[in-house]
């Protein structure tokens, strides 16, 4: 399958693999990439820029494929060194950065000087445009079905990729929901030149996180995520545990007062506890609507190849048959 997508980044199949905190390891990065993929090394989860510099370099150890770096600008206790990351990304070699949070302005012009593809991750088709505006290459548009933080406007894809569609110039990909073949095929109709999957890709052999956590998605149906910090205006869609639960007591609780600080124990550096020992009710992380649609742990190249194979049996005989 070639599409704007594919060609702008140089892969062989139109499947991004996104940032992932604490999942977004070498391991995975280099698996979809290898597969064909991009794969993306999350930054923030590496402790500093000297952190993520070598995660690069064991990336390259393992793939010689493109695969990308996210750097997330989110609302942080104490703001990470991003002129320090961006370093590690350029001096790293890296051709590829998915931003994500807020709009990446700042960084663009080092990014840009460097030669690197920018891919911004938004929630609306306000915020493709801007990215478009400030020299973003593509866009990630992120629907309300997305695990981690859909934004504030609840838009789903079936409205948002059209509507994006109608007003981009630059290729984006369907981000949120994307599990198989059949969302490959659908995003593709809609507009969209590929897709990003986020929790579809937590289940595979090679995403180095705890067994515990795959099992959690493969028995999670589409009932199952909730949405925290909406008071906050930073939501997030999560999967229900323990902590959740607290969460949404306090927040029903204290209504509009609520502070971060208020849900500190739930939220802050607890990725660590779930994703590496396996500590499910540890706290609170993100998983998309789309676990409802995964049922094994394939590895990233079956994954990849199985959903390219079936978006174009759907598109050659079940769409033609239509005709
Ligand atoms: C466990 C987890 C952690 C995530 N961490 C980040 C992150 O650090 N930065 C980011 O930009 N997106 C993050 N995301 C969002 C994904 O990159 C992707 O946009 C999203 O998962 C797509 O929705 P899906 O889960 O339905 O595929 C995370 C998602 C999950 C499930």
Known sequence: MKTKIT?????????????????????????????????????????????LANEIARCRDMTDKPFGVNL???????????????????EGGVKVV???????????????DAGIKVIHKCTSVRHSLKAQAIGCDAVSVDGFECGGHPGEDDIPNMILLPRAADELEIP???SGGMADGRSLAAALAMGAEGINMGTRFIATKEAPVHENVKQAILRATELDTRLIMRPLR???????????????????????????????????????????????????????LVASLIHDIPTCEELVHRTVK????????????FL
């Open 98 to 112: 998915e931003t994500a949070g807020r709009n990446p302005v700042e960084v663009m012009p080092y990014l840009k």
């Open 310 to 321: 079936e978006a174009e049996d759907i598109i050659r005989q079940r769409l033609m048959g």
């Open 7 to 51: 060609e702008l980044f140089g892969i062989e199949h139109p499947i991004i693999q996104g940032g992932m905190h604490f999942v977004g390891f070498a391991e995975l990065a280099s698996a979809v990439s290898n597969a064909g993929g991009l794969g993306m090394i999350t930054g923030l989860t590496q402790r500093s820029p000297a952190d």
């Open 72 to 90: 997330t600008f989110l609302p942080t206790v104490n703001a990470p060194d991003y002129p320090g990351y961006v370093k590690a990304i350029i």
């Open 172 to 174: 984006f990909v369907a």
């Open 234 to 288: 930073n939501t997030e869609r999560v999967l229900y545990n323990d902590a959740v639960g607290k969460i949404l007591e306090k927040e029903k609780e204290l209504g509009d007062k609520i502070q971060f600080s208020d849900i500190l124990e739930e939220v802050a550096g607890v990725y660590p506890r779930i994703m590496l020992e396996g500590e499910m009710d540890a706290g609170a992380w993100s998983c998309g």
